[in-house]
Nanobody, 120 residues
Framework: QVHLVESGGGLVQAGGSLRLSCAASGNTGNINRMGWYRQPPGKQRELVATTTTTDGSTNYAGSVKGRFTISRDKAKNTVTLQMNSLKPEDTADYYC?????????????WGQGTQVTVSS
């Protein structure tokens, strides 16, 4: 079992910055990848950025590439999403995700979500 606690988020004007953090606890040894997803109002959840726990390689959605940066602290089991040059279309509920793999079986764990609102 993995427990994820998110912090950060809030209201910001377009062009501003926000920082989201996610701390994992529990059986973190088998976490393969951590990342952030978001769900804009009335839309489906979508990938924002992920990073692997092995070599730190990253993956970004095209819409955030160059503006958002995901980073991890393996020792603290935390992952951070630095969001710069925010746009109104970045408004969404943001969810931390941990991809857990044990004996070849993958499980996904999710945080409770944190709201990001970007005003124009």
């Amino acid at each position: 079992q993995v427990h994820l606690v998110e912090s950060g988020g809030g209201l910001v004007q377009a062009g501003g910055s926000l920082r989201l953090s996610c701390a994992a606890s529990g059986n973190t040894g088998n976490i393969n990848r951590m990342g952030w997803y978001r769900q804009p109002p009335g839309k489906q959840r979508e990938l924002v950025a992920t990073t692997t726990t092995t070599d730190g390689s990253t993956n970004y959605a095209g819409s955030v590439k160059g503006r958002f940066t995901i980073s991890r602290d393996k020792a603290k089991n935390t992952v951070t999403l630095q969001m710069n040059s925010l746009k109104p279309e970045d408004t969404a509920d943001y969810y931390c995700n941990a991809e857990y793999v044990f004996l070849g079986i993958r499980s996904d764990y999710w945080g409770q979500g944190t709201q990001v609102t970007v005003s124009s």
